[in-house]
């Protein structure tokens, strides 16, 4: 790998930020610690940073005259887990953890200030490092985007650590690379009674067994095959005892898809199915569908962008990443402006690469790939700002 001279001069500095952020997590909206040190670290640097945006975020802007303006986004939060990792820093805060990564992504993204701030006027535009609140269900982005972060952007661009994927791999393509994370509750209101004695009642439960089968129908039987998308009944809830027949039950669930039109369907779908199958039971049910993250979908050139910049660091091995169906707010931002998320590989055991997986309590990193993401940055910058 070609890791950035400037990068490797403050490796230790950058791994010191990434313990520091994961003994210390705090949860969306909650990151007061947090932004308070990435704005004292900012000041430090020389730049001014824009505290409390969108409520706790931080923004900070390296100008170097005129030309385009790059956003460049990390995410803050960590999760509501108990850490069982072993890590010699480990989370100090019980049940709250930094089991996705974003831990790593605001050290690559200081690394990243750091190095910038330190070179001599050598571009033309200015670099906006953005450093988000909330991703982890509460849309961030959003106030971020309300707060005016965006404002006078040209471009934005975002890294996601992979354990997915090795490191020295980086997973970069235009389109989409995270799904729709929409959520539903289904309540059925049934008739309930004695288990003996099922005439004259309405067996929820019966009612949300078949459901749960005709739902998996919308994308074994209504989707292109060729197009990822998913129903998962996450929950159920009801009944009371053995020999009693339920009168309510509760389904909770998520669907995904990679694109709008697909999105679209499996609501329409659902609601025609929960509607016939209403019907066919005589049972009145409920649906609550909510949406959530749209589809994150990178932009043809500034994705071209970033594989040209990875290629100078990693080779042959950026390209296509491990696409997965989890959702990212980053998408919000893609909405608005020209941008491209990608993937680091992070995987700390090569070849049991789903050892620690992301929003599990022992997650971990190769902390060999907090030097990967700064160094993309860094040619990436060199790329669209340089002379």
Not at 167 to 179: I, R, S
Not at 343 to 369: I, R, Y
Request: proline share 4%; net charge negative.
């Amino acid at each position: 790998m070609n890791i950035r001279t400037e990068i490797k001069e403050i490796e230790s500095l950058i791994i010191d930020w990434r313990r520091d952020f994961h003994q210390y997590p705090e949860l969306s909206f909650e990151e007061h610690r947090t932004s308070a040190l990435i704005g004292d670290e900012l000041r430090s640097m020389g730049l001014e940073p824009r505290m409390n945006v969108g409520k706790t975020g931080v923004t900070a802007d390296l100008k170097f005259g005129d030309g385009p303006v790059i956003g460049l986004r990390a995410d803050m939060d960590a999760l509501p887990i108990q850490e069982t990792s072993g890590l010699d820093f480990m989370s100090k805060h019980d049940g709250v953890m930094h089991a996705c990564g974003h831990d790593g992504h605001m050290a690559m993204l200081l690394g990243t200030a750091k190095a910038l701030t330190q070179k001599e006027n050598s571009y033309k535009g200015t670099i906006r490092f953005i450093f988000q609140p909330a991703e982890e269900g509460q849309g961030g982005a959003r106030y971020m985007i309300k707060d005016g972060c965006l404002d006078g952007v040209n471009e934005i661009y975002g890294i996601h650590v992979w354990n997915y994927q090795p490191v020295g791999e980086v997973g970069v393509k235009d389109g989409p690379v995270l799904a729709a994370a929409d959520m539903f509750k289904i309540k059925i209101k049934g008739k309930g009674g004695h288990g003996a004695a099922p005439q004259g009642t309405v067996d929820s439960i019966v009612v949300a067994s078949h459901l749960v089968q005709a739902l998996q129908t919308i994308v074994s039987r209504n989707t292109n095959p060729l197009e990822s998308t998913v129903v998962t009944i996450g929950k159920i809830n009801g009944g009371h005892n053995f020999n009693i027949i339920a009168e309510e039950v509760t389904l909770s669930g998520t669907a995904r898809a990679y694109t709008e039109e697909n999105r679209t369907l499996i609501k329409t779908r659902m609601a025609d199915i929960i509607d016939g199958v209403a019907k066919t039971y005589n049972a009145e049910i409920l649906f609550d569908y909510e949406d959530g993250y749209p589809p994150t979908i990178n932009h043809s050139e500034p994705a071209a962008r970033v594989l040209k910049a990875a290629e100078e660091v990693v080779g042959e091995k950026a390209g296509m990443p491990y696409l997965s169906m989890g959702g990212e707010d980053f998408s919000y931002y893609l909405q608005k402006i020209p941008g491209c998320f990608f993937f680091v590989g992070s995987a700390p055991n090569k070849q049991k690469l789903f050892e620690t997986p992301h929003h599990c309590s022992h997650f971990t990193m190769d902390e060999q790939a907090l030097l990967v993401g700064p160094s993309i940055y860094l040619n990436l910058v060199d790329n669209i700002l340089g002379n």
